[in-house]
Structure formats: structure tokens, C-alpha cells
């Protein structure tokens, strides 16, 4: 059963520390990708990776970094937290881009 | 940047009645689409996916329809059900790999 896990299911932070949220997937996928997801706003894409170390910007990278140290694990940084970086925040893999992604269950972060 | 955007935000279904969703894509150099589907409190699953070089696809209850000429995405599902019941995106891989996502359709059987 593929599977692509994301550390917590509910985080609360405070404004200006520095949030970790990791993924990891089972799938030996090459490509991890990270959305935020907000009402009315669908998934808008943060980060995507396609291989160790390798990163590559959405569309709405700012305030936001990522790393992929190892190809089972990608997380996303978010270097001094806002209140405006309160969201959902879901992690997906895939094996090729032109095959489905695989989502986690989703981390609602909220930034007080 | 271009978006994949979806025409209804809400739709509401009588159960055992067929159900369309439309979606409407910008980049007509996106090769795959995806139907995807997220009940509450969870991450989207994968419903159905079509690459470009189709115009119709069908699996188990669900058929997706592409028409590249107005860029038009469809999702159709047969003799809808209570379990159906959820908020549905479209997305599609543009050529520089960014998969996006539409804003959603969230669709509600009535019983």
C-alpha cells in the first residue's frame, strides 16, 4: 500500500519562528512536491523537487524553502513564520510527471 | 501564472442522477490531466487521468473527456452516490512540470 506521510496531522506556531514540516514517502518516487491549500484558492504549488537536492520553485515560493537530503524526504521551511502562512499544507510524490501523485493526509498549520 | 480553473464551485447532485464537472485549462501545452478527489480531512486520491494525445477515457463509473481545441476538461460520473460526496480538482503538467490545481467543485448528493 503506497503511502506518503506527513509528521503531524496539527501544528500551532508562533509569528517569527521556524517551522519544519516534513513529508516522507515509501514509493522510492523521484518527484515530492508541496502545496498549500486555502478555501476558494484550490492547491497552489510551494516547491517541487525531482531528485535529491535537486529543487525547483512553484508558484508561490515566498517565505518559504525546502530540502531533500535523501529521496524518501521532503520538507518545507517556512524560515519565520506569518500569520498569512496559516493554511493546509499537503505533500504529494510521483514516480514520473506524467503519472498521479500521491498525497499525504495534510498538516493544518496555524501561525498565532 | 496560468491556472487550471473549474467553472461551477458547487454542485448539487440527486443521488442515482449522472454528474459533470467541468474544468477549463490555460496551458495548451500540457500533455496529462488528472481528475482528482478529496473527501473531508483528507489529501486528494487520484480519480482518472487522460494524456493529451486522447480525448476520452473511461474507468469504473467515471469518464473524463478532453477537448483540446477550447482547452475544456470534463469529469463525468454515472449514477452518482451518496459516497461521492466531495470537493473535486482538475490539474494538469504544463511543460516546466508544475503540476497545478484548480480552486475545486464541490459537489453534494442529495438523497
Known amino acids: 500500500d503506497v503511502k506518503v506521510t506527513q509528521s503531524s496531522r496539527y501544528l500551532v506556531k508562533r509569528t517569527g519562528e521556524k517551522v519544519f514540516l516534513e513529508c516522507v514517502q515509501d514509493m522510492d518516487h523521484e518527484n515530492m512536491f508541496w502545496y498549500r491549500q486555502d478555501p476558494g484558492l484550490g492547491l497552489r504549488l510551494i516547491y517541487f523537487s525531482y531528485d535529491v537536492k535537486m529543487k525547483e520553485k512553484g508558484d508561490i515560493p515566498e517565505g518559504y524553502s525546502v530540502s531533500r ?7 518545507l521551511i517556512l ?8 493554511s493546509m499544507y499537503l ?5 514520473t510527471f506524467v503519472a498521479e501523485a500521491f498525497f499525504g493526509q495534510g498538516t493544518r498549520l496555524t501561525v498565532v | 501564472g496560468e491556472s487550471v480553473g473549474l467553472h ?23 500533455d496529462y490531466f488528472i481528475w482528482y478527489k478529496q473527501e473531508s480531512g483528507k489529501g486528494p486520491q ?17 469518464t473524463v473527456l478532453l477537448n483540446k481545441t477550447v482547452k475544456h476538461l470534463s469529469l463525468q460520473i454515472a449514477a452518482t452516490q451518496p459516497g461521492d460526496s466531495a470537493v473535486y480538482f482538475c490539474a494538469e503538467t504544463p511543460p516546466d512540470y508544475k503540476l497545478s490545481f484548480g480552486a475545486g467543485t464541490t459537489v453534494t448528493v442529495r438523497a
Not at chain 2, 443521488?15 to 495548451?28: L, P, Q
Not at chain 2, 487520484?46 to 463509473?61: A, E, L, T, V
Open chain 1, 91 to 95: 505533500c504529494a510524490s510521483s514516480h
Open chain 2, 8 to 30: 461551477l464551485p458547487t454542485l448539487s447532485v440527486q443521488e442515482g442522477d449522472n454528474s459533470i464537472i467541468n474544468c477549463a485549462y490555460s496551458n495548451s501545452a500540457s
Open chain 2, 46 to 62: 487520484f480519480i482518472i487521468d487522460i494524456r493529451s494525445n486522447m480525448d476520452k477515457r473511461q474507468g469504473q463509473r467515471v
Open chain 1, 69 to 75: 537530503e535523501k529521496k524518501e524526504r521532503f520538507s
Open chain 1, 79 to 86: 524560515e519565520s513564520a506569518s500569520t498569512n502562512q496559516t
